[in-house]
Structure formats: C-alpha cells, structure tokens
C-alpha cells in the first residue's frame, strides 16, 4: 500500500512537471552565422528574421563591404533604412512557441548617426507591448519589461535615410522560449502515467 502510495505521488509530480512545459533562456548572438547572409527572411539562432529595410543582413560583415557600419567586433543583425522609408525587422520562433524577450544591445546601423529604435511585441494571448530607447554609434544594453508570452517582436527604427542609413544593429537578445509545448506535455505525461500504473499492476500481481 505504501509502495503505491509513492508511485502515486510521482506521477502525479511527474504529470505536473511535464505539463508545465520546459524552458530554454538562450542569448541570440548570431554567431552561428559565419558569412554575411542578405535575405528578406534569415533563419537564425532558432529565430526566423523577416526583414523591411532597403539594406539588411545578418553576419560579421567586413570593412571593405560597410566601413561606415557600427560594429562590436562580433557577428550581429544590422537593418537599414530607406529614404522616406524606416528600417523594420520582425523576430519570431521558428516553432511557432511562445517566447520572452527580456534584454538586447543596439546601436545605429551608421556609426556616424543617432536614431531611435522602436519595440513592438505582440502577445501570443494578444495585445501588445512597446519601448523605445535612443541609439547611437556604440552598442549599448538595454533591458525590457513585459515582454513575456510574445508571438514576435518588430524592432524599427524612427529616423528614415538612405541606403545603409537611418537604421539599426542589435545583437546579444537574452531570449527564454518553450523547449516542449503543452500538448506534447501532455501525452508525455498520459504515457509517464500508464507506465507508473503498469508498475504498480506487477506489483500486485506479484503478490
């Protein structure tokens, strides 16, 4: 009886530990993308990147292709903007999960420039949050507040310019995603159930 007992309350902590879902934080710094990649959607760091800006990419870039481009010495994501235009770009998980975004570092897209870059988070439960911080020609931390549960985040920039003008680079995004979803949760919790529940029935047929 006290051995069932036990299993009882595994499981049901097993049950409730699965359906909570796991978490991953994770700090998106793109150095997994070794070349520069110029597209109007980049798949980067478990993230997909959509971009609406007349110069973008995500990479190192070298001097010789923008020697007036701001850069921190490491690969980062860089949006410029477009005459009479603003430099856009729209972050989402690439499984379609739910994430939080609770920390990034920007700067201008110009070394030369300041700007800037507007915040846009939608929640996945709907409704939306916002913020908005000065930028200049250094990277530079800033930290968000109520971005949680989101289903994408648009950074854009306020100032509009020319060709690799009047736009942003961000870099080092402190991201918490869901690692398991709740409906696979879910089953995996029914199996770990049925699983403990055969235990339990050899148990007592072993009696």
């Not at 006290?2 to 978490?23: F, I, Q």
């Not at 920390?103 to 846009?120: G, H, P, Q, R």
Request: proline share 1%; net charge negative.
């Amino acid at each position: 009886m006290k051995a069932l007992s036990t299993l009882a309350r595994a499981s049901a902590a097993l049950a409730v530990a699965l359906a909570a879902g796991a978490t991953q934080a994770a700090v998106v710094d793109f150095e997994s993308v070794t070349s520069d990649q110029f597209a109007g959607v980049i798949n980067a760091d478990g993230y997909q990147w959509t971009f609406s800006a007349a110069g973008w990419f995500i990479g190192p870039a070298t001097v010789a292709f923008c020697p007036s481009c701001t850069t921190n010495g490491t690969s980062r994501l860089v949006a410029a903007g477009d005459r009479g235009d603003t430099a856009r770009v729209t972050m989402t998980d690439l499984g379609g999960a739910a994430f939080d975004l609770a920390s990034f570092d920007a700067a201008t897209a110009n070394s030369t420039e300041t700007n800037i870059i507007d915040v846009l988070g939608t929640y996945a439960a709907g409704g939306t949050v916002s913020a908005s911080f000065a930028i200049d020609g250094s990277f530079d931390g800033y930290s968000l507040s109520g971005f949680t549960g989101l289903s994408s985040v648009v950074f854009s920039s306020r100032i509009s310019g020319s060709y690799n003008f009047g736009g942003f680079s961000i870099d080092n995004l402190s991201s918490t995603g869901t690692a398991v979803s709740a409906p696979g949760s879910l089953a995996l919790s029914g199996l770990a159930l049925l699983a403990l529940g055969g235990v339990a029935r050899r148990r007592g047929a072993a009696r």
